[in-house]
């Protein structure tokens, strides 16, 4: 167990819609990350927090946005979904530190039908 | 942060060591090496972290050069459990530079 945990497990939904994924770091940690992993795909980095603020982005697309609260969770908010955005979605922790290893969650599978 | 470029797969059988060999040319001087294991349908775990020279935990050694240009982990006597994708990664929440993986090594045990 990582101590990261990601909710929902599984998402289903139409497209057009907008969905709302989270993620609660371990312990102690103040960095979180959002991954997009397409089916056998690699994972593609969108969005990195620390401490609430936003600390690098990736390819992250225009309807995607994210945000870290003040107790260190996080949201990763999809609108007008697409068929392609069908994914599974990680969210790391780690401390922040420099080198710092990341701990992965077991992930949300959207599914947009 | 540096690109790093890892054979797409690799077989083996049960029992044999394999070594997953990664390359980062561009490596920056405070980077350290990470490596991940990642199953199906499952988020990547952390296995092994080192700077230079050689890193030895329960599950894993990785070896990287003088030259830090590359690094190799090794797994002893694998098991069909060890079939997975192992992502290296070179450079760890170093500010504000984006964490990207490469595409990994998927590795598959034999009987």
């Known amino acids: 167990d990582s101590g990261v945990t990601q909710t929902p497990k599984h998402l289903i939904t139409a497209t057009g819609q907008r969905v709302t994924l989270r993620c609660s770091p371990r312990?102690?940690?103040?960095?979180v990350y959002w991954y997009q992993q397409s089916l056998d795909q690699g994972l593609q980095f969108l969005i990195q927090y620390y401490n609430g603020e936003e600390r690098a982005k990736g390819n992250i697309l225009e309807r995607f946005s994210a945000q870290q609260f003040p107790d260190l969770h996080s949201e990763l908010n999809l609108s007008s979904l697409e068929l392609g955005d069908s994914a599974l979605y990680f969210c790391?922790?780690?401390?922040?530190?420099?080198?710092?290893?990341?701990?992965f969650g077991n992930g949300t599978r959207l599914t947009v039908t | 942060l540096a690109k790093t470029t890892q054979p797409i797969s690799m077989d083996s059988y049960e029992g044999q060591e394999v070594n997953i060999t990664c390359s980062h040319n561009?490596?920056?001087?405070?980077?350290?090496i990470t490596w991940y294991q990642q199953f199906p349908s499952q988020g990547p775990r952390f296995i092994i972290q080192?700077?230079?020279t050689k890193v030895t935990n329960e599950v894993a050694s990785l070896f990287i050069p003088a030259d830090r240009k590359s690094s190799t982990l090794s797994l002893p006597r694998v098991s069909l459990s060890d079939t997975a994708v192992y992502y290296c990664?070179?450079?760890?929440?170093?500010?504000?530079?984006?964490?990207?993986f490469g595409s990994g090594t998927r590795l598959q045990v034999q009987p």
């Open positions: 312990s102690g940690d103040l960095s």
């Open positions: 561009n490596i920056a001087t405070n980077d350290y």
């Open positions: 080192g700077y230079k």
């Open positions: 990664l070179v450079g760890a929440d170093t500010g504000r530079r984006a964490l990207t």
């Open positions: 790391a922790s780690s401390s922040g530190q420099p080198n710092s290893p990341l701990h």
